[in-house]
């Protein structure tokens, strides 16, 4: 089947600690997003990437980081200085234009106690 | 800055009524994209219309497009239960930048 997929569904951890969210595609698009979403509210460009080895930032970076290493894969790092970190993540592809349609993953909810 | 904001932000009516959601946006924009959210989901895109667009159907969906005001509305015609979930607008600026989207509107279909 061909998608995208975000491990693991839920997420817990404690305050202070760095933790990383998954995201793979095998669409073969060469973009791919991050966006956050708080409860009752849209989504907001965290990062994104149009092509291997470049990203650049969305509206709300500070306190996360990404790695685009290889065209399947976008991996979301929450760090400690991210100050409210609790809430559903979910990343998205595209097949290259940024303005084209987007496929979401089905998210992953993070919890920082 | 969110570019589209939906109204109503919650919507409920009863199965085989029809749903408007309406749509607002501040730029100049190239595409207007309608996403649909189940519950504790991702998004699943609905439709997409140009600006050089007035009206575009799929199914049961029906999107206008007025670019003079800046604003956008989804139909969904013959609502069904499964139809319950939030919708959301997204948007892109003539200048080529990202997707920004709206906040939602939550539609309950009751049976």
């Known amino acids: 089947d061909g998608g995208i997929t975000q491990s693991p569904k839920y997420l817990f951890r404690k305050e202070g600690q760095n933790v990383t969210l998954s995201c793979e595609q095998n669409?073969?698009?060469?973009?791919m997003y991050w966006y956050r979403q708080d409860p009752g509210q849209g989504l907001r460009l965290i990062y994104y990437?149009?092509?291997?080895?470049?990203?650049q930032k969305g509206d709300i970076a500070e306190g996360y980081s990404v790695s685009r290493e290889k065209k399947e894969s976008f991996p979301l790092t929450v760090t400690s200085a991210q100050k409210n970190p609790t809430a559903f993540y979910l990343c998205?592809?595209?097949?290259?234009?940024?303005?084209?349609?987007?496929?979401f993953g089905p998210g992953t909810r993070l919890t920082v106690l | 800055s969110q570019q589209g904001e939906e109204d109503p932000q919650a919507l409920s009516i009863q199965e085989g009524e029809n749903a408007t959601m309406n749509c607002s946006y501040k730029?100049?924009?190239?595409?207007l994209q309608w996403y649909r959210q189940n519950s504790g989901r991702g998004l699943v895109h609905l439709i997409l219309?140009?600006?050089?667009?007035r009206e575009k159907h799929s199914g049961r969906l029906r999107v206008t497009l007025d670019t003079s005001k800046k604003s956008s509305s989804l139909l969904i015609t013959a609502s069904r239960a499964a139809d319950t979930a939030s919708y959301f607008c997204?948007?892109?600026?003539?200048?080529?930048?990202?997707?920004?989207f709206g906040g939602g509107t939550r539609l309950m279909v009751k049976p």
């Open positions: 998205a592809s595209s097949i290259g234009q940024s303005s084209g349609e987007q496929f």
């Open positions: 669409l073969n698009h060469d973009a």
């Open positions: 990437s149009q092509i291997v080895n470049d990203f």
């Open positions: 730029t100049s924009i190239n595409n």
């Open positions: 219309i140009r600006s050089n667009e």
């Open positions: 997204a948007t892109d600026s003539s200048a080529g930048n990202m997707l920004t």
